[in-house]
C-alpha cells in the first residue's frame, strides 16, 4: 500500500524566513510529485509538481525531490503570513493515476 | 487556465435521501477526473477515477453502489451519494487530469455534504 509520509507540526517559522517541509513515500515507482497548499476550509491549490530528481524553483518555492532515498521536500523563502496553511504532499505512479496524499504539515508564519 | 468547478458548494440532506454532486473543467477538457474525500483534521483520500466514457475505478473500501460517478462527456463527471447517512458527511472534492499536462491534476472548490 502506497504510503506518504509528513510531519504534521505546527511548523512554526517567523516571517521572511525560509520554511522547509518534508515528505517521504514508499512506492519506489512513484513516478511524479507534487505540493499543495490548502487553507481550512478549502480545497488544495497546486504549488509545485517536480517528475526528476534535482531541484525545481518557482518563485519563492523550491522543491527538491531524491528518489534514491524516497525523499521530497518543499523550501519556501522569505516566507509571508498569507503563506499559513497546511501543505500536502502527493504522489502518483502515472498520469492516469489518482494521487496519494500526505497528512500535510501545518505551516505558521509568524509575523 | 485550468479552472474546475463544482456544485453545490454545499449541501444538506435527510439521511436516506441521495445527492448530487458536478464537478466540471471550465477551459480544458479532462479525459480523467477523481473523486477524493476529506474528513475533519484528515488528508483527502481517493475514492474513484473516472474516464470519460467508461465505467469509473474504485478504491478498495469504496462501494461502488453507494457512491455512482458518471463521466459522460470530457467536462462534466458526476458524483452521487445515494441513500445517504451520516457516516457521510464530509468534505467532497474533484479534481481532472488536462489532456495536454499529462500528470498535473487541478482540483475543484469541494462540496460539504452534511447528512441528519
Known amino acids: 500500500q502506497k504510503e506518504v509520509e509528513q510531519n504534521s507540526g505546527p511548523l512554526s517559522v517567523p516571517e521572511g524566513a525560509i520554511a522547509s517541509l518534508n515528505c517521504t513515500y514508499s512506492d519506489r515507482v512513484s513516478q511524479s510529485f507534487f505540493w499543495y497548499r490548502q487553507y481550512s476550509g478549502k480545497s488544495p491549490e497546486l504549488i509545485m509538481s517536480?517528475?526528476?530528481?534535482g531541484d525545481k524553483e518557482d518563485g519563492r518555492f523550491t522543491a527538491q525531490l531524491n528518489k534514491a532515498s524516497q525523499y521530497v521536500s518543499l523550501l519556501i523563502r522569505d516566507s509571508q503570513p498569507s503563506d499559513s496553511a497546511t501543505y500536502l504532499c502527493?504522489?502518483?505512479?502515472?498520469?492516469?493515476?489518482?494521487?496519494?496524499f500526505g497528512k500535510g504539515t501545518h505551516l505558521i508564519i509568524q509575523p | 487556465g485550468a479552472v474546475v468547478s463544482q456544485h453545490p458548494s454545499w449541501v444538506i440532506c435527510k439521511s436516506g435521501t441521495s445527492v448530487k454532486i458536478e464537478c466540471r473543467s471550465l477551459d480544458f477538457q479532462a479525459t480523467t477526473m477523481f473523486w477524493y474525500r476529506q474528513f475533519p483534521k484528515q488528508s483527502l483520500m481517493l475514492m474513484a477515477t473516472?474516464?470519460?466514457?467508461?465505467?469509473?475505478?474504485?478504491e478498495q473500501g469504496v462501494e461502488k453502489d453507494k457512491f455512482l460517478i458518471n463521466h459522460a462527456s470530457l467536462t462534466l463527471s458526476t458524483l452521487t451519494v445515494t441513500s445517504a447517512h451520516p457516516e457521510d458527511s464530509s468534505f467532497y472534492i474533484c479534481?481532472?487530469?488536462?489532456?495536454?499536462?499529462?500528470?498535473?491534476?487541478?482540483f475543484g472548490p469541494g462540496t460539504r455534504l452534511t447528512v441528519t
Open positions: 479534481s481532472a487530469r488536462d489532456g495536454r499536462e499529462i500528470y498535473e491534476q487541478y
Open positions: 517536480i517528475y526528476s530528481n
Open positions: 502527493a504522489v502518483t505512479g502515472g498520469g492516469a493515476d489518482g494521487l496519494t
Open positions: 473516472s474516464n470519460e466514457g467508461s465505467k469509473a475505478t474504485y
